[in-house]
């Protein structure tokens, strides 16, 4: 079935350093893939998304590329912010079925001023 | 803008009890989703529902069931609660067929004591 896989948090960064958070993904076909972003106390809102191999997602100075050759969905972001502390969610919705989304496990990042 | 509410920001209950959580989403949306949040293991979808009074299983329906009377409200039962259930909630809707987006409420933390 459907999966996805997201390193390993938690993530501390310093502010303006540069961000990867690496998520991974198995599906048949050509899934769309998503990054989710929760803030404290929030629900998951929408960061970026990608439908097609070889399409870039951006959205507030992150972006992410969708690689069919290696599978994965690498989240990515120059110089981050104190207020880009949340938990961060990959995630896919496959070709078949219904409209549900497979998400990664989160990674937690905090950034320090 | 889309807004999904949820009844209860948090919610103590007994174990045995009859939990209601209840969702609310003004966009007209045709699906609607149950998931439960988990340190580690991101979200896992409980059941979903893509038309009035239509409902599917998710991943981890056992201990569940789901109600939607109306098309705006879609609602997660607890038959009798117990103290593995406790967890974050959180509901999500999508527009339709061929609509990727999911739009989440802000989640309702339970605990079952």
């Known amino acids: 079935g459907n999966s996805v896989t997201q390193m390993e948090g938690p993530v501390t960064l310093s502010e303006e350093a540069f961000l990867t958070i690496n998520c991974t993904y198995t599906a048949t076909g050509y899934p769309s893939l998503f990054w989710y972003v929760q803030y404290p106390g929030e629900g998951l809102q929408l960061l970026l998304k990608a439908t097609k191999a070889d399409d870039k997602g951006s959205n507030k100075g992150f972006e992410a590329t969708y690689r069919k050759e290696t599978t994965s969905f690498h989240l990515e972001k120059g110089s981050v912010q104190v207020s880009d502390s949340a938990v961060y969610f990959c995630a896919l919705k496959g070709i078949q079925g219904a409209q549900k989304l497979v998400f990664g496990q989160g990674t937690r990042l905090t950034i320090n001023p | 803008d889309v807004k999904v509410t949820q009844s209860s920001r948090y919610l103590v209950k007994r174990t045995g009890e009859k939990v209601f959580l209840e969702c609310v989403q003004d966009?007209?949306?045709?699906?609607m989703f149950w998931y439960r949040q988990d340190p580690g293991l991101g979200l896992r979808l409980i059941y979903f529902s893509y038309d009035v009074k239509m409902k599917e299983k998710g991943d981890i329906p056992e201990g569940y069931s789901v109600s939607r009377e109306k098309k705006e409200r879609f609602s997660l039962i607890l038959e009798s609660a117990s103290t593995n259930q406790t967890s974050m909630y959180l509901c999500?809707?999508?527009?339709?067929?061929?609509?990727?987006?999911?739009?989440f409420g802000p989640g309702t933390r339970l605990t079952v004591l």
């Open positions: 966009m007209d949306h045709e699906n």
């Open positions: 999500a809707s999508s527009l339709g067929t061929g609509s990727d987006t999911q739009y």
